[in-house]
């Protein structure tokens, strides 16, 4: 532990940032990188990165499988409890008995990291925006934005524009969906429907998001969850999969770095471009780049007997044999 104690000393600027603790964990961020020391060491993420990988995870309540913030360090959820690590992904680390898991509580994990965001983010830094739309993280701890950080999903009673529902987006469209047209589609209710159906422009509402790589819940039917969201620049995480996950490219491109999930070494690039459908394999993981704003759907099924189904072998980690 003495190796943590005086490399934690190296930091010792006061900058304005708190550090922030959980179990053996600390985290700290200095003007340009977070530091996380650990039983055994120390990992440098950073910041902005880091920031943006740390939105992910507090917004996505630690999400299906492995929340990769790097090649190093991040979460897997287990639904009530989360593993934080080092390394446990990386067969160097494992290789040479160098990584490092701690369990905690999730809304225990979640408190420590929704402190840590709100004190680390600056004012004009917003984590959820592309890198093009925000202003910078980096240097000493000046005022915040917990406006960015904290926003509310807009939850639906039965449809967005039905009578006493909420209304349609009033943001501008974003500056680089602004070809997504707008027209609407046309309604004609049987006498005596007239408040209960409806319809909008789908992709017109997608294109006013003013968040980057953030799934929201479209429908949900059961266990399926239709997630659409706008996608630019790069996934903030590398996401590890504990069930299939399905992409349908609604605009534009984006192009897909699939390594394998427990070693991270690389399997394949794919190319998705407009109109292409994937299933994302059970025992992958995958981080995205999107060089322009663009629409995906993810469809994800929240099945919670599927991780262990996957993980145990009973089911192949596709789903169609050719
Ligand atoms: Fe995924």
Redesign the pocket.
Known sequence: MSTVANASQGLNKDLGYKAHSIGGFRFERDEYFAHIFYPGGRHLIPVDAFLRALMRDVAWGFFYGTVNFDNVFGTVNHYGTVEMFVGLFNEAYRGSNRHHVETFESKDLKKVFDEMLDDWTNEGFDPFAAPDETGLVFGPKKGNNTAAIRRQRLVADRMVGLPGDLTFRTDPQNRQLADVPTDKPGVFAEPGFENDVHAFNFFDYLSRSDVTWNPSVVSCVKDSQFCATTEEHILPIT?G?DRV?WFIQATDEIIWDIDDRGTGKPRSKVVMRAGDVAA?PADIR?RGYSPKRSILIVWENNDSTLPQLYASGKVAPYPVEF
């Open positions: 996401h999969n996950e994302m995958h």
